[in-house]
């Protein structure tokens, strides 16, 4: 069973929350590994359900092994598992008391992923030792308006192939080097990435995101995308992820409709952690 005790959502976080300006929900929302106790954190936003558990490899799959529990009126359901730790596997499972039918659901606020068709969440650490203080500390003058300015933009899974190991793609690390090198010899200063967020299709280019946080496993695992990136710094070229918010596939086991509730300020359909 799931503890109701242990929470990340203060009652500042429920106010900012409820009022729709919340800027760090993917500190509060999704799953956050503990040490002292051991195991995980996990908060899902289903206003419409009224019942909502975790699943995972850690408990068979079973519905009723860990259930959340509900936090006042914020339509957010929380609960700590104990012992639940990094690599585990899971879903949600949400039942609607509109429909009075339940779904498995994967993490919208997840930070990776299994690899499509794949569809699980996992429970990670994000622990990585950066090495890019010095672009830190000139990015100000890099990205300045009068800064020289070109961007290079592209695909990860498209730019460049290993015809000799069946066409596939070039993992996060395989990238780095190839890339930084290719973009300084070119001359520019930027590259811009198709969307990296994990998505089901790839031959939407990623413009069908399901999860916003998990950069896609299908080229590593987060840390591995970190190092894309650190390397890139350290070789003075700036990083920009296209972000498409505009585009979810509706798919019964991705983001949109988690307890569904219409959004009356953008038209959009908002769900279990706006999608």
């Not at 100000?140 to 290079?152: I, L, M, S």
């Not at 591995?224 to 650190?230: S, T």
């Amino acid at each position: 069973m799931s503890i109701a005790a242990r929470s990340l959502l203060s009652p500042f976080d429920l106010h900012l929350f409820n009022e729709g300006t919340h800027g760090h929900l993917f500190d509060r929302l999704g799953a956050h590994l503990s040490h002292d106790p051991e195991g995980t954190y996990f908060a899902v936003w289903a206003p419409n359900a009224d019942t909502v558990s975790v699943i995972g490899d850690f408990n068979g799959w079973d519905k009723n092994a860990n259930g959340l529990y509900p936090r006042e009126q914020s339509g957010i359901w929380e609960g700590f598992i104990p012992t639940v730790g990094h690599g585990a596997m899971y879903k949600y499972y949400v039942h609607s008391k509109v429909t009075r039918t339940g779904v498995d659901k994967a993490d919208p606020f997840a930070t990776y992923s299994e690899a499509p068709p794949r569809q699980a969440s996992i429970v990670w650490d994000l622990a990585y030792n950066w090495g890019d203080e010095g672009w830190v500390q000139s990015r100000g003058a890099a990205n300045n308006r009068d800064a020289p300015f070109a961007v290079y933009e592209m695909h990860l899974g498209s730019w460049m192939r290993v015809p000799e190991e069946g066409d596939r793609w070039l993992s996060y690390r395989e990238l780095a080097p190839r890339l930084a090198d290719y973009v300084s010899r070119m001359g520019f200063t930027h590259v811009e990435f198709m969307p990296v967020m994990e998505h089901p299709l790839y031959e939407s280019w990623g413009y069908q995101v399901t999860g916003y946080f998990a950069p896609t496993s299908r080229y590593g695992t987060p840390q591995d995308f970190m190092f894309l990136v650190d390397y890139l710094h350290q070789n003075g070229i700036g990083v920009i992820l296209d972000w498409v918010p505009s585009s979810t596939p509706t798919l019964g086991w991705a983001c949109i409709r988690t307890g569904a509730a219409r959004s009356s300020t953008t038209g959009a359909t908002r769900f279990g952690a706006s999608c």
